[in-house]
């Protein structure tokens, strides 16, 4: 069997790849692993429809039934939804859920490489993985990483997950020439909140920008990805010192509870949310479809180029 035997792309994201015109992927995790349902429901089709309205198609990435899934149908959706018996699947698992016919929803690094293998450049998701605080005894570090910096596929996101350790997350990204760009801002965005005390050595003004930016390094034939930093918008952002206590304190129970690897982000996103009283899961969803809008209009751009 080859590559294209394990994809399996819906017929209207095929023929857009075909024509060059904008796709935009989108993640599973995300519903499968970082919501409830039916919440998570409305959530994708509210995705898709931002996508669409900025005239670009929408493509949902998950791993069912020993095929990479490019676009999903209604009752496709419906089980990543529901979640029972999905596994939360990154670069290192994708061979064995294939093998074993299970399902799988995509983390960032997984949909980036799905993404590439169907020939669509521009992802939106709400943060990408990195660094975990404690990382230089533990060693965790998330695989989105080093997909940045293999995989041409740009990532639009409210930067990463504000539990990382920021700073550590952008001095990998140095070290693997992957590019990270503030879309109308100075400093990388830290999720929940739009500034982090990082600052970015570029800021791109517009989204038509950005597209040119992508296009050139690809153009160079240069491996890798992009990180475009979009802050949530100012009406939903959180306080930074406040969400940093919350936070500290999340990281305290993971640590006696002794949860690690992946199963730490679900855990730290789930007691954040219960700490927060629901107002920091709302920001998650006003930033997911913030970088929707962003990525659609990014790929748009892209596709005009082209």
Partial sequence: ????????????????????????????????????????????????????AEGAIPATTAIIGGKLKVGLTSEELDIMCKAEGVGKVSRRDVAVYLATGKTGATTVATTMMIAEMAGIKIFATGGIGGVHRGAETTMDISADLQELANTRVAVVCAGAKSLLDLGLTLEYLETYGVPVLGLRTDEFPAFYCRTSGFKLDYRAETEEEIAKIVKTKWDLGLKGGFVVGNPIPEEYALDYDEMEKVI??????????GIHGKDTTPFLLSHIKDMTEGVSFASNLQLAYNNAKAASKIAVALSKMN
């Fill in 1 to 52: 069997m080859t590559q294209k035997d394990f994809l399996s792309i819906k017929p209207e994201i095929a023929e857009a790849i075909e024509a060059g015109k904008p796709v935009v992927a989108l993640e599973s995790t995300i519903l499968s692993h970082g919501m409830p349902f039916p919440q998570n429901v409305e959530f994708a089709h509210k995705v898709e429809e931002i996508v669409r």
């Fill in 248 to 257: 500290v304190k999340a990281l305290e129970l993971a640590k006696e509870q």
